[in-house]
């Protein structure tokens, strides 16, 4: 856990700075992306950074909404910090709705953001692990990974690590029309499992024993499935596979 | 025929000091409201609204800040503008209290505003 970076009389908040870098890296994947695997759609080619925009200012305000949610308390927003689903669960009717319901479009536009969106989140989980949120359980061991003064799990990092390796999966391995499904599957199936061993406030939605990212984990899960099963056997437009 | 950036500065320097216009405000906000408050004639309501004051000039100004950092290259110009009204919030900021980092975000904001104009550019 390492707060602050010091330079001379300044500390510079690591988080801040982590969150910073994973959106100069998230925009350049995501150009580079858009570059490489969109040659026909010039509604994405055009408004682009403006879409970037949005998502990241809607995006950051629904994920510290989400989390005052999660808690019951909306006395100040932000106070329980920031959570990734609450900007992701949002960043789907949103972009719906920015490509004028165009499912095509929202398909291509979900593909071509999945490897940004995986880099972007490693790196900000390298932020929560210097900043000393979302730690894990305590443990005997590991004592190189210390947060808020305990050993514990540190279920940032491990998350980090599967998420460079889900990137490469995506990137390397899968084809370019179902990079949101696998993207959906793998990443809720970690998370879910992952959830077990934090430690932090989870908050609650349903008043079920399952934590919110768990219940949103396993409907990303589900609707991958549904959209890979539904499309695949009765329907000839194929959304599972993307714009064509 | 329109023109187009072809600097990574604008994109960096934006967002940079979006990120670090977070923290300078949370502290800009407290220190201006403290001090006030310690001033004779201050009373809460005084303190809070420069509270509310240096929050609302830093939204204004992380927001500009961070559109003109992305539309740095597509819209060199438009972004050039935002940038420079990033700056003079930032500005703003620094005098109500934001402290030194507020100072480096402003910082940040004008290069990122200068080399939005004077990048290379090409037609496309």
Redesign the interface.
Known sequence: MYPYIKLGDIDFPAYNLLVGLSLIIGFKTFEKQEHTYNKNDFFIKKYKEVIFCINIIIGFAFAAIFENFFHRDFSRVGQYGITFYGGLVVAIPLNLLLLNFSLNRFVLLLNLATPALLLSHAIGRVGCYMAGCCYGRLISDFSVFSTLGNNRIPTQLVEAIMLIIIYFIVTKWVRFESRYLYYFILYGVIRFLLEFFRDDDRGNLFNISLSPAQVISVILILLALFIRIFFKFFSSNNYSQGIS | MKQKGTSEVP??MG??G???N??AAMCGAACGAAISAIGEAANSSSASSIGNYIVAISVISG?SG??GG??G???PNTAGILMIIATVFAGLETLGGGG??SL?VCIFYLIGAIYCFVQKKVDV
């Open positions: 994109l960096i967002i940079i979006t990120v670090l977070i923290p927001l961070l559109v992305i539309l290259k597509s819209e030194l980092l480096i």
